[in-house]
């Protein structure tokens, strides 16, 4: 696979960082994950504005311009990719390349770019069947509406629920769920979906904030109030929203049942939106 580094196009084994970038030292970047349909990046512009909020909110002084339709179109047609492909685009962005200290360097800085462009098919047996997800610690710093690369906290939080046999976890802080270890998570109680509000806890999803515009669309009533854990067992129908995995129901959270197990009829009705959306708009 052909990759995007620092201004060049490369095979991916020849794509290497210098040691000292503060990506690879200190995680001192940001990053944004884009799907792609029919050959077009999903929600371009609301994925810029994340990006360019968390380098701000790093202080890596960097102005996205033109560059990631730029490099998108570039690594589509130099990896021989179609239209049909299901495709994800990642790329990050650090504070670049010096000596290893806490503090910014004082020099004007050569921010690092790395990009890739891969096939990613949805989880077509979790979509349309759901998962089972339990909690877990939300133990992440409390500016998890940055999307930065030091995501261990993360790794942890998923590896601990694959190793229980759980599809995902579920942070928890002070009994409230924010939300999945690379998702937002909704729930729905009586005809009522209920999220997180866009807080310092929670990343601001691309695909929960479209999921909210579908709601509103469609008069279903939105509260962004978060759920608690001891709530659980009394709510309907629950899912996951993410880039990847758009709208992935929850049938189970650690030994509860969500409603009757089985996926909920809100969650369906929303897929369903989010497909017209998509054919309206890509096909
Ligand atoms: C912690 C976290 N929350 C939520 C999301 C979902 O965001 P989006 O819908 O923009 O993919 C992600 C995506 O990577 C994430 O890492």
Not at 108 to 132: C, P
Request: hydrophobic share 35%; charged share 25%; net charge negative.
């Amino acid at each position: 696979m052909i990759v995007y580094i620092n201004g060049k196009y490369l095979e991916e084994d020849n794509a290497n960082v210098n040691a000292n970038d503060r990506g690879y030292l200190l995680a001192d970047g940001a990053y944004e994950g884009f799907r792609i349909y029919n050959g077009k990046i999903f929600k371009l512009k609301e994925h810029k504005n994340r990006f360019q909020r968390s380098l701000d909110e790093l202080k890596i002084s960097y102005t996205i311009e033109n560059e990631i339709q730029e490099i998108y179109e570039n690594l589509f047609a130099k990896n021989n990719y179609t239209n049909k492909d299901e495709l994800f685009f990642y790329m990050q962005i650090t504070r670049g390349v010096a000596p290893r200290d806490h503090a910014f360097p004082k020099q004007e800085m050569t921010v690092g770019v790395y990009a890739f462009l891969s096939q990613k098919k949805i989880n077509l047996d979790a979509y349309n069947n759901g998962v089972k997800v339990c909690t877990v610690p939300d133990n992440r710093w409390a500016r998890c509406d940055i999307k930065c690369i030091s995501l261990i906290a993360n790794c942890l939080a998923k590896q601990t629920a694959l190793d229980k046999g759980f599809a995902d976890g579920l942070f928890v802080h002070d009994g409230v769920i924010t939300e999945g270890t690379a998702t937002n998570v909704c729930f729905i109680k009586d005809g009522v979906l209920y999220t997180h509000g866009a807080t310092n806890r929670i990343l601001s999803g691309v695909t929960r904030n479209f999921v909210l515009d579908l709601c509103r669309e469609n008069d279903i009533k939105v509260i962004e109030f978060p759920m608690t854990v001891d709530k659980l067992s009394s709510i309907d129908e629950a899912f996951l929203t993410g880039t990847t995995g758009e709208i992935t129901p929850i049938i189970q959270i650690d030994d509860i049942s969500i409603g009757n197990g089985e996926v909920g009829v809100v969650t369906k009705e929303l897929q369903g939106k989010y497909r017209e959306y998509l054919d309206t708009h890509f096909y």
